[in-house]
RNA sequence: GCCCCCAUGGUCUAGUGGUUAGGACGCCUCCCUUUCACGGAGGAGAUCGCCGGUUCGAGCCCGGCUGGGGGUACCA
């Protein structure tokens, strides 16, 4: 089995083109292989960059950037779609050479008139001329039609088809007809991509037949929609990888979460690692419909894969995120409080950089009655503990909630305040804990005497 | 307009002829360290888009309709 992942470099890698690439990456990956058991197929890697006005290099690096940080490694390429030119127009010559092919100046606007007089259904044939664009030849009847493995078959009337262009009038050649020859010379045998390739399936087909070849097996992948219901752009906010990267996301959960929208592992566990997924996947179980991208669930789930990571290497990733160090003992305490990478500063920064100011907090719980007096209460108790660990917070500051028959929150809470400033900390006896006595009780001074 | 694809709670999915239609996110209630999150216990929420048909029996099979999506470029 050889797959490929074919992006164009017109913008950034988005949601909709990472679960493409990761579902080819699957494939590769996976025990499938037709036959090859347990053998790992090949992951080529392609920019259709044929179109040189919206191409870019940037582009180019940032969707290579996205793939790595995915983990989707290819094992060939990047190739250039652009760089093949040469066989492209060989194969050119050779269909136009054969008759499969055609010059034709007929533009937008002459088609449009055509259909005016054959009918809307009935596509546009044109006549050959000594220059101009090359359209491909379509049959006049019959059908053209594959068995897609995620939908089953799949037909289109050949008389309803224009006769496409597959090269300007330039010479150079268009996406149709640069990924079948492409697909065919690099040997590819599945081509799994987006629904939005169906119709264009057609059209590659004729020309594998024009070439006299076998065409791949093909796949088309539901689409991807925001939560509006319409196909997800910039405007649905975290659209790319980067900005799913940027906010927190850790790549093993955008991978899980990806993968959900648009097939099921088991039928009652949504929690999977890479190679979980590449030892189930299956295209014939890859839905048919279109998903709704929902960041809430992607939330969920990286707080689960958050947690699923050894501390240590959690607080490598914080560390990285928010470029300070020293943070293992506060990430030890935070984890379970967490859902992204950005979550963990607003939580725990106060223990590196002081309590936070939150006048309102500070107002509504240390103005509470009798506040300040069991505050007083806590910081004599602190400051007589001998040995400073969680355990023994948690046996003082019960010891007061007990003896004043208090609720435990009019205990905890005026704590958490003065030492965090706000009403957010982590777990309040492990916080006090990782501040140490010195500075729990400067706090709790510092507080009393604002 | 024309061609193609799709249709299970708000969202993602399981379910391929006989189930009280399962799970997850979200939402509500309660518990846990009155926050946040995790975990636990409950709960609301689906006439399986609609109408026919096949069948003893249909979410599952067939047809039509409606709705949604994709394509319809000398873009990819």
Redesign the pocket.
């Given at each position: 089995m050889r797959v490929r992942f074919a992006p164009?470099p017109?913008g950034a890698l988005h949601i909709g083109g990472a679960r493409t690439a990761l579902y080819n990456w699957l494939l590769a990956n996976g025990p499938a292989g037709e036959g090859a058991a347990g053998r790992r197929g090949s992951f080529v890697l392609r920019i259709?960059?044929?179109?040189r006005?919206?191409s870019t290099e940037a582009n180019v690096e940032q969707i290579l950037d996205a793939l790595s940080w995915l983990g989707l490694d290819w094992d060939e390429g990047p190739l250039s779609?652009i760089a093949n030119t040469p066989r492209h127009r060989m194969a050119l010559a050779q269909l136009l050479a054969e008759g499969h092919a055609y010059h034709s100046?007929a533009?937008?606007e002459v088609?449009r008139a055509y259909?005016e007089r054959h009918g809307?259904?009935r596509g546009f044939r044109g006549t050959p001329e000594a220059s101009?664009?090359v359209r491909l030849r379509v049959p006049d009847d019959g059908v053209t039609s594959f068995t897609d493995l995620v939908?089953?078959?799949?037909?289109?009337?050949n008389a309803?088809m224009?006769d496409p262009?597959i090269a300007?009038?330039?010479g150079s050649v268009?996406?149709?007809f640069?990924v079948a020859v492409d697909d065919l010379d690099e040997g590819i045998t599945h081509v799994v991509r987006g629904?939005?390739?169906?119709?264009?399936t057609p059209k590659q087909l004729l020309v594998f037949n024009a070439l006299g070849a076998e065409p791949p097996r093909y796949a088309h992948l539901?689409?991807l929609?925001g939560a509006d219901?319409?196909?997800l752009s910039k405007r649905h906010g975290a659209a790319s990888v980067q900005e799913l990267r940027d906010r927190g996301y850790l790549p093993e959960a955008v991978n899980n979460y990806i993968a959900?929208?648009?097939?099921?592992f088991a039928?009652?566990?949504?929690f999977f690692t890479m190679a979980e997924m590449a030892e189930r996947f299956r295209l014939?179980?890859v839905?048919?419909?279109?998903?709704?991208f929902?960041e809430?669930?992607l939330?969920?789930l990286n707080?689960?894969h958050l947690?699923a990571l050894p501390v240590d290497e959690l607080t490598r990733r914080l560390e990285q995120f928010t470029g300070r160090s020293g943070l293992r003992a506060a990430v030890e305490i935070s984890r379970?409080?967490?859902?992204t990478l950005a979550?963990f500063w607003p939580?725990a920064g106060f223990l590196f950089d002081g309590p936070r100011t939150d006048p309102d907090a500070l107002a509504k719980v240390l103005g509470a009655a009798g506040a300040r007096d069991v505050l007083t209460e806590v910081r004599q108790r602190l400051a007589a503990l001998e040995v400073f660990d969680?355990h023994a917070v948690?046996q003082q500051l019960r010891a007061v909630v007990a003896e004043r028959g208090l609720?435990?929150?009019?205990v905890?809470?005026p704590l958490r305040v003065a030492i965090a400033g706000t009403?957010?900390?982590?777990?309040?006896?492990?916080t006090v804990a990782v501040l140490g006595r010195d500075r729990t009780v400067a706090l709790i001074d510092r507080a009393l005497a604002g």
């Open positions: 164009s017109t259709e960059d044929t179109d006005e919206r779609q100046s533009d937008a088609v259909k809307a259904d101009g664009a939908r089953g078959e799949v037909s289109f009337p309803s224009d262009i300007r009038a330039d268009l996406y149709n640069a629904e939005d390739h169906i119709s264009n539901p689409m929609l219901g319409k196909k959900l929208l648009g097939t099921g039928p009652d566990e949504e014939d179980r839905s048919r419909s279109p998903a709704v929902d809430q669930k939330r969920h707080g689960m947690r379970e409080k967490i859902q979550d939580l969680a948690e609720k435990p929150g009019q905890f809470q009403t957010v900390s982590p777990g309040i006896f492990e």
